[in-house]
């Protein structure tokens, strides 16, 4: 399929783990590499043919609205989600209107990878007949800032089975996927996670994954910025 046009970013959220550095702006605007989060993943969108990005914004939103707006290669729509904090899957939800009807690509702002090829390759992996969501995962032993005991089992098809009460799992989400925005038509309004729209997808073998290579910088708190500014230095 051609590569998608249209992408949200999720911006909007307290960014608390990232305190102190968010006690005067939004996370999205927290630098690493000497450029805020947010234009690090506008960049990588951009440069793989998005050509409208809708970013919801909450905390600090004038500030940050005033920033994406500058950006004169790709055209922003700001999804207003000042006074009501609506996560991952209320956020898409309250988007709906600007995100079309083709495949759509959503990332978060914390994430940073290595992998120029990385988009192209999920675009090219999509397959609407087989899936309804499809996420980059990355093996736990090449996430940098990732602390967690792995999100998902994938098998030979490419399906994805979350960890559940199993104690680890070998992949983690890397905070990018590609989905079908005719789904979103039949979710809630309001405040909820994407998380359970995908355990839906995944019962009925309809949640797939794409295992990134390169290594993938997980910019979630102050220690994991330090790493990650280290691993850019180190590769400049």
């Known amino acids: ?18 305190r102190p550095l968010t006690n005067d702006r939004p996370k999205a605007l927290v630098e690493v590499g000497g450029r805020p989060l947010i234009d690090h993943v506008l960049d990588r969108l951009a440069q793989a043919g998005v050509t409208r990005v809708v970013v919801n914004v ?16 790709i055209e922003v729509v700001i999804s207003d989600e000042r006074g009501e904090l609506l996560e991952t899957g209320g956020g ?3 988007a709906r209107a600007w995100l079309g ?22 675009v090219a992996a999509w397959d609407s007949a087989r899936m309804d969501d499809l996420l980059l995962v990355v093996p736990v032993e090449r996430a940098l800032g990732f602390d967690g005991p792995g999100d998902f089992f994938i098998d030979e098809a490419g399906r994805l089975d979350h960890r559940g009460v199993r104690p680890k799992a070998p992949l983690a989400y890397m905070g990018v996927h590609m989905l ?10 309001g405040r909820h996670g994407v998380f359970e729209h995908w355990m839906g997808f995944a019962r009925q073998g ?3 994954g794409l295992v990134a290579g390169g290594l993938w910088m997980h910019v979630g708190d102050p220690a994991a910025l330090a790493a990650a500014e280290a691993e850019l230095a180190s590769a400049a």
Do not use: C, K, Q
């Open 206 to 208: 309809r949640l797939h």
């Open 58 to 73: 909450h905390a600090f939103a004038d500030m940050l609205e005033a920033h994406v707006r500058r950006r004169t290669d």
């Open 101 to 122: 009807e083709a495949p759509i690509l959503v990332a978060n702002i914390d994430t940073l990878w290595t992998d120029d090829s990385l988009i192209a390759r999920l």
């Open 92 to 94: 898409l939800r309250r």
């Open 180 to 189: 079908d925005p005719a789904l979103i038509d039949a979710w809630p309004e």
């Open 1 to 18: 399929m051609s590569a998608p046009t249209t992408a949200m970013v999720l911006a909007a959220g307290l960014g608390t783990r990232m």
